[in-house]
DNA sequence: ATACTTCTTGAAAGCGGTTTCAAGAAGAGT
DNA sequence: ACTCTTCTTGAAACCGCTTTCAAGAAGTAT
């Protein structure tokens, strides 16, 4: 309605024909510089802006993708994470001139609801989707669809599956490998069997303790749902193995599990070493900071965006792509490092 | 491209006109049972599913609403507060069979150029906006564009500006008075003074001392920008004007507040009774769990949705509505009402 | 010059719906 | 039985842009 101009307008005061001035706005070539110039003078002058709808069904592309978040209301409400995710994508998407429209659910079945209704819709282009589950439901469903999508997280049939995903296993190692050069030898881990992260997590940490020839207690491995509270309790439970040391699976179930220590008189580092995992927020606020493995957040949004809008233009690749980012280790107090050092 | 249906194939199964398929489609009167039934039937059969983007050409209506987000980084990822937003927006987004287009922008003039973006693209039906600043600047943008829109949270000029609010003033004004009726005097309290919000509990605070008849004392206000961090800093200000209670604008604030008190060796609620706002889950993982002002964050954001999907569809009402809704105080154990009960 | 190519360009045919218009069918009133 | 309304319905125009197709213009090789 505020748009009285059209494509077709600005055809007669170029005095140019519609496909002229549509080739002048896809950069097509063939058009004479000296015509290009003159639709384009036009176009700046009328401040004409095509519209995209009518531009959408005519080239069968809407420029629109969905971000699909499935994670528990508590995961995404506690945990600066998905925020943090949301945003880098939004951004990415900013870039690359695609609109984000975001569709949250709190269950599995919720969520294989609302992507149905997506799919049938049929007006976006790709898909992002990042699930605190393994998720493979949504796979099959996506494949159905034929509509390009990307993960964010290793789905656990990854296979022929694009994904983006931090290098869990590197971290879990980083952080188990850190402690057990300071010293440490009981060195418990709280994780989380929900996802592919937490496990491969644990196979890093696993992997650490084989490495340095420490024997692997099982019953120093606790497991959390990414909450604060499930690491307060899992971390209730690791006290009685009198553990010298702990890796938690994320910054918010290390913030629990400080928590539990402080109540059970325990002094970190003193008497026991923490390092976690993500370098969100909470890691700085906590009391003491957190030692922790960095995780590129906004780098493996931004990289999962450009990677659909890269499947979009081209079509898909074979085989399917599998980008890890590297992780590092931010060391701060808590692990008693600085103390050592110091 | 995986949808070969379009009308006019479901008008040849059904053996009528695309008109009448149409006038099924969307509800039309004039369309004899026994016809329009036939016609469902053939869709339901077929699965087939309209092009929206055919529908929004020919209709000039996108279904697609955007959520614009502008608050400072720190803001986003660490109150719970715009998760919480955006997940009962995205619900009511669902509810109304809008799609939701999020747009997240850290500056006001980041966020206005956002905006300009979204305006000159043309394609959505209306906005959701939400800001941790005055954000005025948007409004003229937004009237120009004639483009329906919500406010979340009163904007400073708000004649003539739709919004939903939670009734701030009621909020200050709750914890004030709770806390004066166990017998404080010397209450502080920690406001914002970036946005109506803060304001507006201010004002309460105001009201409820002067209603007591206790002398304010502006030594005992202290400013945040709602972060953890501006809590514990305003608290550690507010210390040394040594008060019995205070009443801090939102939960995570108060984190930080009860950080400071910890820090200097004063107890909760025995030494300072502590009061906040929102009841988001922090306030439960609180230690001491805080005494806090509900504020019904998923009922807003669902109301907002409603508000501009009328807009959208009946126009624009004279004059402009102004939603408040109620909050409620939720006790805890921060403001020793609980111990002097028990 | 002549015959081919390669460029440029406009006309027109979509894209898949909605909406207007007119006409035939059915119902109402006298 | 006849006229005037009110219902139903289909044909066709239209939404605003992209893309195909064909033709005229320009450039090149003989």
Redesign the pocket.
Known sequence: MS?????????ELA?????????V??E?????????EKVQRVISETG????????L????RSSIIGLVISASAQMIFNDPYFPALTEAISGGAADNNLILSLFVSYTEKQGRDTLKGILAAGLLDGLVITADHKGDAFISQLQEAEIPFVFIGRPSAAAGVNYVDADNVKGGYLATSHLASLGYRRIATIASDQNTAGDDRIMGYRTALRERGIAIEEGLLAYGDYTLESGYAAMNELIQRGPEAVFVGSDTMALGALRALREAGLRVPEDIAVVSHDDLPPAIQADPPLTTVRQPIAATGKMAVEKLAQIIINGQDHPAQHLINPVRLIVRASCGAAQLSG
Chains 1, 2 share one sequence.
Do not use: F, G
């Open positions: 748009n009285k101009l059209t494509i077709q307008r600005i055809a005095d140019v024909s519609k496909a002229t001035v549509s080739r706005l896809n097509y070539p063939h058009v004479r510089p000296h015509v290009r004409y802006q095509p519209n995209n709808i009518a531009r069904l005519a080239s069968d």
